[in-house]
C-alpha cells in the first residue's frame, strides 16, 4: 500500500508552507483567505469536503512553522466533528464562523486527573451541563466550545456558546454550571476524542521536523575551532537521535491518521507524550544559547511540544492506554 501523500495533499502542503512562510500577514486570516480553512467543511456549504489525513498534512504545516494559530482546536476539535457529526443545522450555523468570519473554534475533552476520558465526569442532563474542564486550548477566543458530557443515554458532545450564564472560561480551564447545549449526533464523543489524538499527532509531527531543519541549518553552519558544529562525533549522533525521533513519529501519525484505529492512535500520542519534548529538548541544547534567544524561534517549537504533551495526558497517561492485548 503507497502510504505517499497525494495530489491533493501535496498541493495543501505547499500552499500551507507558502502561506506560513509569507512576511506581515496574519497567519489564520491568510489561511483562511487561502481556503485552508474550509478543507473538511462539506462541499454544499462551500468546502473541499476532504478528511482527517488533508486536515492533518495543514496541521503538520502549523507545527512546522510553530505557527501560533488555533489549527489544532479550531480544525481538529471543531470543524471535523462538526461535519462528521453535526446536524445540517448545525453545520449551517457553525462552519461558517471559520469560513467566512476566520473564527475560532474548540473543544473541553480533559478533565483534573482525566486527560481525554472515553466517559467524562461532566454531566449533561435537564438542568443542563455541570462539570471542570481542563487543558482547552484557545478556550478564551472561542465562539464555540464542544463540551464531551455524559448524559442519561452515554457519552456525548454538545455545542455550548460560551458567551451564555454558567459557563466561564481562563487559561484553559472552563468551568460549567447549568450551561445550555445542542447535541452532536451519535458516535460524536469517540470521534472527537480520535481527531483530538490524530490531529495533536500532526502537530506534533511538524513541531520535530522543523525543530529539526533548524538544528541541522545550525550546527551545519556554526563554527567552533574552526570547524563547523556537525563535523563533531557528539553533535552528529544527538541530532541522528531527533531524526530518528522525528521519523519515527511522522510514521506512527500518518498510520493513526489513516486508519484512525485506536491501537494506532494509542502508539502515535505515546511516541508525541514520550520523545517530542526530549528531542526538541536535545534541539535546544544543540543550539547553545541561541536556542534561549526570544528573537530565534527555537522557543516557540519546545512551547509547542510541551503543550502538546500535556494535551494528550503524559507519558504514563500514554502508556497506560495501549492495548497490550
Not at 8 to 24: C, F, H, K, W, Y
Not at 129 to 146: E, S, T
Not at 159 to 176: E, K, R, Y
Request: charged content about 20%; overall charge negative.
Amino acid at each position: 500500500m503507497d502510504f505517499k501523500l497525494d495530489e491533493t495533499q501535496q498541493e495543501i502542503s505547499r500552499l500551507a508552507a507558502d502561506v506560513l512562510g509569507r512576511e506581515g500577514d496574519t497567519p489564520w486570516k491568510a489561511l483562511g483567505e487561502a481556503g485552508l480553512l474550509a478543507l473538511a467543511v462539506p462541499e454544499r456549504l462551500g468546502g473541499d469536503g476532504l478528511g482527517i489525513l488533508e486536515t492533518a498534512v495543514l496541521l503538520t504545516e502549523v507545527g512546522r512553522r510553530a505557527a501560533n494559530v488555533p489549527a489544532l482546536a479550531t480544525l481538529a476539535l471543531g470543524v471535523l466533528p462538526i461535519s462528521r457529526y453535526g446536524t445540517p443545522e448545525q453545520q449551517d450555523e457553525l462552519l461558517p464562523l471559520v469560513t467566512e468570519q476566520h473564527g475560532v473554534l474548540t473543544a473541553a475533552l480533559s478533565e483534573p486527573s482525566e486527560p481525554l476520558p472515553a466517559i467524562p465526569d461532566t454531566e449533561a442532563g435537564p438542568d443542563g451541563i455541570f462539570g471542570v474542564k481542563i487543558n482547552v486550548p484557545h478556550a478564551d477566543a472561542a465562539q464555540r466550545i464542544l463540551v464531551s458530557a455524559t448524559a442519561d443515554d452515554g457519552p456525548g458532545v454538545f455545542v455550548v456558546d460560551p458567551t451564555q450564564p454558567g459557563v466561564s472560561t481562563s487559561d484553559g480551564v472552563v468551568q460549567l454550571e447549568g450551561a445550555r447545549g445542542t447535541p452532536l449526533t451519535a458516535g460524536a464523543a469517540e470521534g472527537i476524542r480520535r481527531f483530538a489524538l490524530a490531529g495533536a499527532c500532526a502537530v506534533a509531527d511538524g513541531v520535530l521536523a522543523g525543530a529539526l531543519d533548524l538544528t541541522v541549518q545550525h550546527v551545519g553552519t556554526r563554527h567552533q575551532f574552526g570547524k563547523p558544529l556537525s563535523t563533531f562525533q557528539a553533535a552528529a549522533c544527538q541530532v541522528a537521535d531527533v531524526y530518528i525521533a522525528a521519523r519515527t513519529l511522522h510514521l506512527a501519525t500518518l498510520a493513526a491518521c489513516w486508519s484512525l484505529d485506536d491501537n494506532d492512535l494509542a502508539t502515535a500520542a505515546y511516541w508525541l507524550a514520550a520523545e517530542a519534548l526530549p528531542a526538541v529538548h536535545t534541539c535546544h541544547h544543540l543550539h547553545g544559547g541561541l536556542g534561549l534567544d526570544i528573537t530565534y524561534p527555537m522557543h516557540r517549537y519546545y512551547g509547542m511540544a510541551k503543550e502538546l504533551t500535556r494535551f494528550v495526558g503524559g507519558v504514563e497517561h500514554r502508556l497506560g492506554a495501549i492495548d497490550v492485548h
